[in-house]
Each structure stands twice: as C-alpha cells, then as structure tokens.
C-alpha cells in the first residue's frame, strides 16, 4: 500500500488522517471491494477515530464510506469532518 499521512496538532491533541490505496500486484487489496482504504484518528481518543473505504456509488462515482460505524455503513459527509476537528480544537 502506498499513500499519504496528514498530521494535525492543537496542543496535546492530534488527529491523523491517513489514506492508501494499492499501486501494483505486490500491495495486496483493499477489504471490502474498496478502491482506497483510510483512517481518521485521534490521539488517546480511539473511540472518536473512524476507518473509511472508498467505494463506487451506484452512479458511479466514488464516496468514503464510514466502515465502523454502529449504524451500518454511513457516507462521509462534511458533517463528519467537522465533528473531527471540532474535538481537535477541545469543542466537544
């Protein structure tokens, strides 16, 4: 797997957002039928972290998808984003 790794820090919080996706044969798969697998998580804060799949929409077009999510299977939304760096930020 090849990918990226973002670090945000706000005094002792930190979020990661990290995201891969296989480049050739040798990097495996992504489980769950995903074009790209990726994390968002907080430090000492396991409980607020989500895992992602980037999957194809019906339409078409790919989505991440919360994969951890007590509900089933939720699209990623701004909403979701906020409330991540809401807790970077101590607003929660």
Same mark, same amino acid.
């Given at each position: 797997?090849?990918? %990226?790794?973002?670090?945000?820090? &706000? #005094?002792?919080?930190? *979020?990661?957002?990290?995201?891969?996706? /296989?480049?050739?044969?040798?990097? #495996?798969?992504?489980?769950?039928? #995903?074009?790209?697998?990726? !994390?968002? %998580?907080?430090?000492?804060? =396991?409980?607020?972290?989500?895992?992602?799949?980037?999957?194809?929409?019906?339409? #078409? =077009? /790919? !989505?991440?998808?919360?994969?951890?999510?007590?509900?089933?299977?939720?699209? *990623? *939304?701004?909403? !979701?984003?906020?409330?991540?760096?809401?807790? *970077?930020?101590?607003? &929660?």
């Amino acid at each position: 797997m090849v990918g %990226r790794l973002l670090t945000l820090r &706000n #005094g002792v919080r930190t *979020l990661f957002v990290e995201a891969g996706w /296989p480049r050739t044969p040798r990097d #495996g798969f992504v489980r769950g039928g #995903g074009l790209a697998c990726a !994390n968002i %998580r907080h430090l000492g804060l =396991a409980s607020k972290s989500q895992e992602l799949l980037l999957l194809k929409s019906q339409t #078409g =077009a /790919p !989505n991440w998808v919360v994969v951890n999510s007590p509900t089933g299977r939720l699209v *990623l *939304l701004a909403e !979701n984003i906020s409330k991540h760096l809401e807790v *970077l930020v101590d607003r &929660n």
